[in-house]
């Protein structure tokens, strides 16, 4: 006879099945499956009638939303209660631990108002303890918070009786797994919601972003791109995704690339950027600006590696063509002076020698004359076209002035095959240059030098080639002189010494004093202005007058780089009280024949007067007649944009030159300072007084300011008072003097 189980091992089993569940519902993950599963775990474990699980919704509804139990149940879901009702229906009913139970005997108008099911076949009440037909079980399904997410109700136990304690328990049990499951799936969609919107956002921000895009792969495949990458590199889309990185980047720029990609993969680096070109679908090449990133999950790889490239193809060559201006000449497209001289350096710097050929056009100032600038400007278009075509491969020609060209020929230092070179650019202007239906029969003066290990700059060697020039015209123009220290100024070591010594205080700020000489008006007397005059408070020698040292500055080249310091200076001194004692009083400052047609001038005075705050009408700039009057088309253009920023133009040394009038009558000139020549006799010289009183009236009738220098006595002020000159300036109005 099989003994009956006892009632320890229906126990055991009872709390299996229940683990069984309870590990059933944590392995679920979805919230429709977990609720369902809950609801039958109810009916079939607990043994109720019928189970139903009701959820607060995001509109404030309650929603059946899971059902269990005898078929026409199913009814009941999707039925919805507003949630005031369930609500007022848990606060009437009775506790019981955490579960509401209304009984039959309470007042049914507050469970009426939410969606219920009543069995058919419900039974009778047959006592105390029993289960009311009418009865009804809720438990409430709350968050951490305490805010309600649903409520388990159940119906119809299967004992007929009220549930017992151990039921209740699991009920509760049943009601806590439910309200976890609620809680964990409103965050997981609320997480899918935050991360549906980043991504879409991202990919709104991907696709319509201004600079191209694309998502690479760890090979550097192209997986996904936007429309500014396909416009800016002409390929359809599905094309670039068939394509790696490498494979769209200019073969030049591959290997560096794909160093710094590597790095990026190996965890040395998160980002890089560099300019890459890339190569359209035409052909042509674009010019990047190349961002690569990558992200990584919280373990450290490789999640997504994104690439930016912003197109930088108009701004390089907006770069390329502002490079090529400041390194070429406007004219003849030639290299200029900085070019030329960034080449010689580099030669010295590499111990290579390199030939130098000097080139001057002779009598160049008879076409500007006769026939005006733009004629000038052609002849040298054609002479550098001629020059050129002249040149073997390898050798550089380069325009450094007005009618001045260098060669630069590398690896070359025998002065016999230079000379040959320089037969070659003289027999280039064999056969006359026509000018405007004008033939013009033109010739080249040639000076000769080798740079090489004894040079310390290029200036050296550019002025030993020049000093050959300069011997070459001095015998008859149309000749090629070689450098000869003999023959040519030779250098001595004082003056070695003061060049270095002069390049030092420059480059250290040191020394250089800037002394201001009164110019006054000889009305009242009173100074109008200063002139700026440099002196140079030497370590060894003492302070040293300008014809002590501006002679070799000239020479040398080093009288640029000692204006731009005069100019900068100056415009700040202008501002000083102890010079001006605080009225609007300008200051004049000389600008070297070598300062004008390097296109640095109005650049230069730009940045003086936007470093001191100095107002352009307070700046003169004083240019000697000499230098004008040789000026390239290039210089004289430069002086008629330093007038429009409003800068005066003051005509020094007035009347020493041969083109005086000229000038008057094409350059902006404000200003006119008579020669001290035609002032220091004035008194005595009636020659010298007709001179000066024809300036002085020829001035007055174009609007220009004169002055005269170097007034020395009384009789010469009374002389130039009573010729009507404006101002003046020399020891017996003032001498020059240093701020302090």
Known sequence: MVSPPRVSDLRRSWLERLLDVVRELGALSDIDQTLNRIAEAAVEFLEFGAAAIN?????????????????????????????????????????WGSLRFFGHDQDRRVIDRIATWTSDEAASETGPGSWHPEDSLFAPLFASDGALLGVLSVDQPASGQLPDPEQRTVLELFANQAAVAIAESRARDRAEARRWEAEHR???????????????????HLLQVNESLVEMLGFPREQLLQRRLSQLTHPDDVEAGAALFDELLDGSRDSYESQKRLIHANGQVVFGLLHVGVIRNPGGAIQSIVAQINDVTQRKQAEDRLAHRAMHDSLTELPNRTLLEELLA????????????????????????????????????????????????????????GDEFVALAPGEDDPRRLQALAQRLASALEQPLMVRGHLHTASLSIGITV??????????????????????????????????????????????????????????????????????????????????????EHAEQGLLDPDDFLPMAEQTGLIVPLGWWMLATC???????????????????????????????VQEIRRGLDGSGLAPERLHLEIT?????????????????????GVRIALDDFGTGYSSLSLLRDLPVSTVKIDRSFVAPIAADRSARAIVRS??????????????????????????????????????????????
Do not use: M
Not at 490 to 505: C, D, G, N, Q
Not at 507 to 527: E, K, S
């Open 55 to 95: 959820v607060v919704e995001s509109g404030g509804e309650v929603v059946v939303r899971a059902v269990a139990g005898p078929p026409d149940i199913r009814q009941l879901l999707g039925r919805s209660s507003p949630l005031p009702y369930w609500q007022d229906l848990l606060n009437a009913a009775e506790p």
């Open 202 to 220: 991202w990919q709104v921000t991907f696709e319509r972003s201004p600079v191209g895009a694309a998502i690479l792969s760890e090979n550097g």
């Open 346 to 401: 580099g030669y010295l710097a590499s111990g290579q020698p390199a030939g130098v050929l000097y080139c001057d056009l002779d009598r160049f100032k008879i076409v500007n004359d006769s026939l005006g600038h733009e004629a000038g400007d052609e002849l040298l278009l054609i002479l550098s076209h001629r020059l050129r075509d002249a040149l073997p491969a390898g050798i550089t020609l380069g325009r450094v002035g």
């Open 451 to 536: 740079g090489g290990a004894s040079h310390d700059h290029p200036d050296e060697v550019l002025r030993e080639a020049d000093l050959a020039l300069l011997r070459a015209k001095r015998r008859g123009r149309a000749r090629v002189e070689v450098y000869d220290p003999t023959q040519d100024k030779p250098v001595t070591l004082h003056e070695l010494e003061l060049e270095h010594s002069l390049r030092s205080a420059l480059a250290d700020n040191r020394g250089l004093v800037p002394y201001f000489q009164p110019i006054v008006g000889l009305l009242d007397n009173a100074a109008v202005g200063y002139e700026a005059l440099v002196r140079w």
């Open 571 to 601: 415009c700040r001194a202008a501002g000083d009280v102890r010079l001006t004692g605080g009225s609007a009083q300008w200051v004049a400052v000389n600008a070297s024949g070598s300062q004008l047609g390097r296109g640095q001038l």
């Open 625 to 645: 007649e000499s230098a004008l009057v040789e000026a390239s088309p290039a210089a004289i253009k430069e002086v008629h944009d330093v007038a429009e920023l």
């Open 695 to 740: 300036v002085i009236g020829l001035c007055q009738e174009l609007g220009i300011t004169t002055v005269a220098e170097g007034i020395e006595t009384q009789e010469q002020l009374t002389s130039v008072k009573t010729l009507g000159c404006n101002q003046g300036q020399g020891y017996l109005l003032g001498r020059p003097l240093p701020l302090g």
